[in-house]
């Protein structure tokens, strides 16, 4: 996974790609790779680029994890395609990732605008 | 726990359960056709759609790794995946992965069975709970020494182990034990067994739980008792459950069975104990009181148990300080206590045992020379001809660690395999040993456990890694190019490889040559036990002993046994078929009588021993003296020595006659002089191989000696033992005597030699063995690597011999090099160690010509089999099909 910001390449945290997959499949229900992709890059506003080589073993790892289920399905395009749905211990990792960027951000956010927080 | 969930996920992915290759194959290739999809709708073309969309994903077969990767555990697989192309490499080039797997696992197999048996022999705790807490005690003397001994020196007197008993605070429990050989009579048979006779505590020492009945305690010291073995009781008694109160006649003596000992005991010494007796009661039927009462005379091994958290200083220093009051009664004398873990073997066996342990080491190591070298020279072989195939894995790409992973991938297949040959091997060496040596209780106890699995696979991993690594360095360093070509097998590279084969036979062939020489040494050494070389005939001499007949019912005193032997020996002396009889206080091979002498009344006393002969002694012998007489009757003050002392107090033979010998009054301090009369050879009376020490002979006086033997030469087919027990009957009814040829003890005492001898052997055959597989494999391999090139020889018109000549130069030069190898090497160590070598051989010269002559005829023979064998197949290659073959 990369991120571009006009042509530059910035390292994404650590975990970051895990809340993004979950959080998209929240949001969108059973979702296939590519859609997921798809619908990652729009979020991001283009400004992450997802390999399927990336994505795949991701998206294993969360199923391995049991945060994720798959299952054969039937794509728009009417092909075989594997679609993916949060678990029920999946929807609870969701809330706690969640819960913990947003208390990384807050705390990162007080050290970029001291005075607003202040 | 996720992370523990996924692992598994992960490891059961390795065997293929989860998300199949094509799926994932499938997943990706939609992800493909949905991109390409989108691609169409923004307005390109389909076939452009389909380009870009290949374009931007990359290549699909580096994506689905990337994927395979997360399925599996990538290590596992990359690893799994070298050991299947490793099984592969190795069953093409099956002849050369047998033979070296054959050779290996002999090798290590035997090396493992051997050095189990040493462990467990010479180090191996006894067979009782919390053994680690059991001493051996035993002293050593320096300065003057004046000491009886039956045994070994090291050993105590009955006063001196009660003294120990007694004082001791830091030892639980102290027992002494003395191990004898007995007659069991029963229903008219005669049987030996191996007795233990004990101090009550002995049992408490070694805490064992009986299987039957009970065991000895200490209120058994007056009580004609015994326990006997699991052994005894299966085989003698049939596992009777009421075995407990039936007699058991030992010596001419009645005890009463009152238990059995359990079957994972068997005593504390080599030899399996049959029977354990109460020392005091054995002795005293024996009419032995006397050396319960002797506080010089060292006969007694003595055990103890540690109180759990005595410290070993503690205890060296309480043994120390009962040493010290020990010897005030002996000026001069300074005694020093060894405290010592209780194994098996006490501290001078252990040497023995070491000695032979040490010279089966070193067959040992010669043995995995032997072997390493057999299998680095196949795998080196084997190695030459796989140039081409490891060019062909660079030159696609593989990286140099790939091909180094495969090597050890297949270096571990050799192992292991090794190992499980090795340990079939084990087992098997063991349950020969069992059956063949004279320990075979022991031996027959000995299971190879998880250490020496362990060591079994150590060893297969040292040595193989050792052997396959070395040819594997040679195979990296390719050139791809002439390897592609096959260039490697004609003359350009061939000759280093080829000497460098030459060189390993050539190691077999010494090492082999060496262990070869060592057995028919051995062998030789033995048999000139029945040469003449102990300095006198052992034919038709036997050594009589009355049997204590002792009444336990009416508790009568034994007969005096003095008597008894010397009217015996007057009785047999008559009668023609007895060339000669005499009476001795020590029969030949029957024990040393330690003493001290001087040349004069001022000189310092050296230690020497002595023996208590009659007048016939030499004569029944047949030794004539070196110069002078013997006694006359009633000589008392007269003494004859031997060579050995003449020469060391007066130079030579002749000077010492009419001299005076000053030598300890019987039961005294003092020094009396004696008038030397004759001098005799040096014999050999204590050891085979090794001379006697200085020794002097004094008159044993008629009657006087409760222990004395009788010592018989009869003519040639007399009926020694029919003769001799007629006679008995004929002095005492019903007094029974024990009649052994010089040749039966004899033959006891070379019982560590046959040991030695035996293991030698085995190795030796081993080595044969495996330098004839080793040799045969290489050779065998040889030939099919130069299939083509034996083709050529024969269109061009070869005869068969040429060729036959050809392929046993292959070999014949690594065997001369090695021969002349094993020549020096053995010329090196009989110049080194001639003197000890010479001893254990029973005199026989290290560079025997006739053992030389039987290892390079059995190698010999072996190796041209060995090459023939293979070489056969070289003759019957049709040139047409060589030069077709690829």
Same mark, same amino acid.
């Given at each position: 996974?990369?991120?571009?910001?006009?042509?530059?390449?910035?390292?994404?945290?650590?975990?970051?790609? !895990?809340?993004?997959?979950?959080?998209?499949?929240? =949001?969108?229900?059973?979702?296939?790779?590519?859609? *997921?992709?798809? @619908?990652?890059?729009?979020?991001?506003?283009?400004?992450?680029?997802?390999?399927?080589?990336?994505?795949?073993?991701?998206?294993?790892?969360?199923?391995?994890?049991?945060?994720?289920?798959?299952?054969?399905?039937?794509?728009? &395009? &009417?092909?075989?395609?594997?679609?993916?749905?949060?678990?029920?211990?999946?929807?609870?990792?969701?809330?706690?990732?969640?819960?913990?960027?947003?208390?990384?951000?807050?705390?990162?956010?007080?050290?970029?605008?001291?005075?607003?927080?202040? | 726990?996720?992370?523990?969930?996924?692992?598994?996920? @992960?490891?059961?992915?390795?065997?293929?359960?989860?998300?199949?290759?094509?799926?994932?194959?499938?997943?990706?290739? !939609?992800?493909?056709?949905?991109?390409?999809?989108?691609?169409?709708?923004?307005?390109?073309?389909?076939?452009?759609?389909?380009?870009?969309? =290949?374009?931007?994903?990359?290549?699909?077969?580096?994506?689905?790794?990337?994927?395979?990767?997360?399925?599996?555990?990538?290590?596992?697989?990359? !690893?799994?995946?070298?050991?299947?192309?490793?099984?592969?490499?190795?069953?093409?080039?099956?002849?050369?992965?047998?033979?070296?797997?054959?050779? *290996?696992?002999?090798?290590?197999? /035997?090396?493992?069975?051997?050095?189990?048996?040493?462990?467990?022999?010479?180090?191996?705790?006894?067979?009782?709970?919390?053994?680690?807490?059991?001493?051996?005690?035993?002293?050593?003397?320096?300065?003057?020494?004046?000491?009886?001994?039956?045994?070994?020196?090291?050993?105590?007197?009955y006063p001196e182990f009660e003294a120990y008993r007694v004082a001791t605070r830091t030892l639980a429990g102290v027992a002494a034990v003395k191990h004898d050989r007995m007659v069991w009579r029963r229903d008219g048979e005669e049987r030996p067994v191996r007795a233990a006779k004990v101090t009550g505590d002995y049992f408490r020492v070694l805490p064992v739980r009986p299987d039957i009945g009970r065991l000895l305690a200490p209120d058994d010291a007056r009580n004609p008792v015994a326990v006997i073995s699991h052994r005894l009781w299966t085989r003698a008694f049939g596992a009777e459950p009421d075995v407990? $109160?039936?007699?058991?006649?030992?010596?001419?003596?009645?005890?009463?069975?009152?238990?059995?000992?359990?079957?994972?005991?068997?005593?504390?010494?080599?030899?399996?104990?049959?029977?354990?007796?109460?020392?005091?009661?054995? +002795?005293?039927?024996? $009419?032995?009181?006397?050396?319960?009462?002797?506080? &010089?005379?060292?006969?007694?091994?003595?055990?103890?148990?540690?109180?759990?958290? /005595?410290?070993?200083?503690?205890?060296?220093?309480?043994?120390?300080?009962?040493?010290?009051?020990?010897?005030?009664?002996?000026?001069?004398?300074?005694?020093?206590?060894?405290?010592?873990?209780?194994?098996?073997?006490?501290? =001078?066996?252990?040497?023995?045992?070491?000695?032979?342990?040490?010279?089966?080491?070193?067959?040992?190591?010669? *043995?995995?020379?032997?072997?390493?070298?057999?299998?680095?020279?196949?795998?080196?072989?084997?190695?030459?001809?796989?140039?081409?195939?490891? /060019?062909?894995?660079?030159?696609?790409?593989?990286?140099?660690? +790939?091909?180094?992973?495969?090597?050890?991938?297949?270096?571990?297949?050799?192992?292991?395999?090794? /190992?499980?040959?090795?340990?079939?091997?084990?087992?098997?060496?063991?349950?020969?040993?069992?059956?063949?040596?004279?320990?075979?209780?022991?031996?027959?106890?000995?299971?190879?456990?998880?250490?020496?699995?362990?060591?079994?696979?150590?060893?297969?991993?040292?040595?193989?890694?050792?052997?396959?690594?070395?040819? $594997?360095?040679?195979?990296?360093?390719?050139?791809?190019?002439?390897?592609?070509?096959?260039?490697?097998?004609?003359?350009?590279?061939?000759?280093?490889?080829?000497?460098?084969?030459?060189?390993?036979?050539a190691l077999q062939v010494c090492v082999s040559v060496v262990l070869l020489v060592a057995v028919a040494l051995l062998g030789r050494g033995i048999g000139q036990i029945w040469n003449a070389s102990l300095g006198y005939a052992t034919l038709g001499l036997f050594v009589i002993q009355p049997d204590a007949n002792w009444d336990a019912a009416t508790g009568s005193r034994p007969r005096d046994r003095g008597d008894f032997s010397w009217q015996l020996a007057t009785v047999l002396a008559s009668d023609s078929r007895v060339r000669a009889v005499t009476l001795v206080t020590l029969a030949p091979f029957a024990g040393?009588?330690?003493?001290? %002498?001087?040349?004069?009344?001022?000189?310092?006393? %050296?230690?020497? +021993?002595?023996?208590?002969?009659?007048?016939?002694?030499?004569?029944?012998?047949?030794?004539?003296?070196?110069?002078?007489?013997?006694?006359?009757?009633?000589?008392?003050? =007269?003494?004859?020595? &031997?060579?050995?002392?003449?020469?060391?107090?007066?130079?030579?033979?002749?000077?010492?006659?009419?001299?005076?010998?000053?030598?300890?009054?019987?039961?005294?301090?003092?020094?009396?002089?004696?008038?030397?009369?004759?001098?005799?050879?040096?014999?050999?009376?204590?050891?085979?191989?090794?001379?006697?020490?200085?020794?002097?002979?004094?008159?044993?006086?008629?009657?006087?000696?409760?222990?004395?033997?009788?010592?018989?030469?009869?003519?040639?087919?007399?009926?020694?033992?029919?003769?001799?027990?007629?006679?008995?009957?004929?002095?005492?009814?019903?007094?029974?005597?024990?009649?052994?040829?010089?040749?039966?003890?004899?033959?006891?005492?070379?019982?560590?030699?046959?040991?030695?001898?035996?293991?030698?052997?085995?190795?030796?055959?081993?080595?044969?063995?495996?330098?004839?597989?080793?040799?045969?494999?290489?050779?065998?391999?040889?030939?099919?690597?130069?299939?083509?090139?034996?083709?050529?020889?024969?269109?061009?018109?070869?005869?068969?011999?040429?060729?036959?000549?050809?392929?046993?130069?292959? !070999?014949?030069?690594?065997?001369?090099?090695?021969?002349?190898?094993?020549?020096?090497?053995?010329?090196?160590?009989?110049?080194? *160690?001639?003197?000890?070598?010479?001893?254990?051989?029973?005199?026989?010269?290290?560079?025997?010509?006739?053992?030389?002559?039987?290892?390079?005829?059995?190698?010999?023979?072996?190796?041209?089999?060995?090459?023939?064998?293979?070489?056969?197949?070289?003759?019957?290659?049709?040139?047409?099909?060589?030069? @077709?073959?690829?």
């Open positions: 996974m990369s991120d571009r910001k006009g042509g530059e390449r910035l390292d994404i945290w650590q975990g970051t790609l !895990t809340l993004m997959v979950l959080k998209t499949l929240e =949001a969108l229900g059973p979702q296939h790779g590519f859609g *997921l992709a798809r @619908r990652i890059e729009q979020t991001s506003g283009h400004r992450v680029v997802l390999n399927p080589g990336t994505l795949y073993p991701t998206l294993l790892k969360l199923e391995q994890e049991g945060y994720i289920a798959s299952e054969w399905g039937t794509s728009e &395009n &009417n092909r075989r395609a594997r679609f993916y749905r949060l678990t029920r211990a999946g929807r609870r990792q969701v809330g706690r990732e969640e819960a913990a960027w947003l208390d990384a951000a807050e705390m990162v956010g007080r050290f970029l605008a001291p005075k607003a927080t202040s | 726990m996720r992370g523990v969930r996924a692992w598994l996920l @992960r490891l059961a992915g390795l065997v293929g359960a989860g998300r199949s290759d094509a799926e994932i194959r499938e997943e990706v290739e !939609t992800h493909r056709s949905l991109l390409a999809a989108e691609y169409e709708q923004a307005g390109m073309l389909a076939e452009e759609a389909r380009r870009r969309a =290949a374009a931007d994903l990359g290549s699909l077969s580096a994506i689905s790794a990337a994927y395979q990767d997360r399925r599996g555990v990538p290590v596992i697989e990359t !690893t799994l995946r070298h050991f299947r192309m490793a099984a592969r490499s190795l069953q093409r080039s099956s002849v050369a992965s047998v033979s070296t797997v054959l050779v *290996l696992g002999l090798g290590i197999g /035997a090396a493992t069975a051997v050095l189990a048996v040493f462990q467990a022999i010479a180090w191996g705790d006894l067979t009782v709970p919390s053994a680690g807490d059991v001493v051996r005690l035993s002293q050593r003397f320096d300065g003057v020494v004046d000491r009886r001994v039956q045994g070994q020196v090291d050993r105590f007197s407990t $109160g039936r007699p058991i006649d030992l010596d001419g003596v009645p005890y009463t069975v009152i238990g059995v000992a359990p079957g994972s005991f068997s005593g504390t010494e080599l030899e399996a104990t049959d029977v354990w007796l109460p020392l005091e009661v054995a +002795h005293a039927a024996q $009419g032995r009181d006397a050396m319960l009462a002797d506080r &010089n005379l060292s006969w007694l091994q003595v055990l103890a148990r540690v109180e759990s958290g /005595a410290p070993m200083p503690q205890l060296k220093a309480e043994a120390a300080l009962i040493a010290g009051q020990l010897e005030r009664e002996y000026p001069g004398r300074r005694t020093t206590i060894r405290v010592s873990r209780a194994t098996r073997l006490d501290d =001078a066996l252990r040497g023995k045992a070491l000695a032979v342990g040490a010279l089966a080491s070193l067959a040992i190591g010669i *043995l995995f020379l032997v072997c390493g070298s057999n299998a680095a020279s196949v795998l080196m072989a084997r190695g030459t001809t796989r140039r081409r195939e490891i /060019a062909v894995r660079v030159a696609l790409g593989a990286a140099p660690r +790939h091909v180094v992973w495969l090597l050890l991938a297949e270096m571990s297949l050799i192992g292991l395999a090794s /190992a499980g040959v090795g340990l079939v091997v084990c087992f098997a060496t063991l349950r020969t040993f069992a059956s063949v040596l004279p320990i075979g209780d022991i031996m027959a106890g000995i299971r190879p456990d998880a250490g020496v699995f362990g060591l079994t696979l150590a060893t297969a991993s040292v040595v193989t890694f050792a052997c396959g690594l070395a040819p $594997g360095r040679q195979l990296l360093r390719v050139d791809c190019l002439p390897d592609l070509k096959g260039e490697e097998s004609f003359v350009g590279r061939r000759l280093p490889a080829l000497r460098l084969r030459q060189g390993l036979i040393t009588g330690h003493s001290r %002498a001087a040349p004069g009344p001022d000189v310092p006393v %050296a230690a020497v +021993h002595f023996n208590d002969v009659d007048a016939r002694y030499f004569e029944t012998l047949d030794v004539p003296l070196v110069a002078g007489r013997s006694f006359l009757p009633g000589e008392a003050d =007269a003494v004859v020595v &031997n060579s050995a002392l003449a020469r060391r107090f007066w130079g030579e033979d002749r000077s010492a006659l009419d001299r005076l010998l000053y030598v300890p009054s019987r039961g005294t301090e003092t020094m009396r002089p004696l008038r030397v009369v004759g001098v005799s050879p040096t014999l050999q009376t204590r050891d085979v191989g090794i001379p006697d020490e200085p020794t002097y002979y004094t008159l044993l006086t008629p009657r006087a000696s409760g222990t004395s033997f009788v010592v018989l030469r009869a003519r040639e087919g007399a009926p020694v033992r029919q003769l001799a027990s007629d006679a008995a009957q004929g002095i005492a009814p019903g007094q029974s005597i024990s009649v052994a040829s010089l040749d039966d003890r004899l033959r006891a005492s070379t019982g560590e030699l046959r040991v030695a001898l035996g293991v030698l052997a085995f190795l030796g055959a081993l080595a044969v063995l495996v330098a004839a597989v080793g040799i045969h494999g290489l050779i065998a391999f040889t030939i099919s690597a130069r299939f083509r090139e034996i083709g050529v020889c024969r269109t061009l018109g070869a005869a068969p011999t040429q060729v036959l000549r050809l392929i046993l130069g292959w !070999t014949m030069t690594g065997v001369t090099l090695g021969t002349i190898g094993a020549v020096i090497l053995t010329v090196a160590a009989s110049t080194l *160690l001639g003197g000890e070598l010479q001893g254990l051989l029973n005199g026989l010269s290290p560079l025997d010509p006739l053992s030389f002559l039987f290892a390079v005829s059995v190698l010999g023979l072996s190796v041209a089999l060995a090459t023939y064998l293979p070489a056969r197949r070289a003759l019957g290659i049709a040139p047409v099909a060589a030069l @077709r073959s690829e």
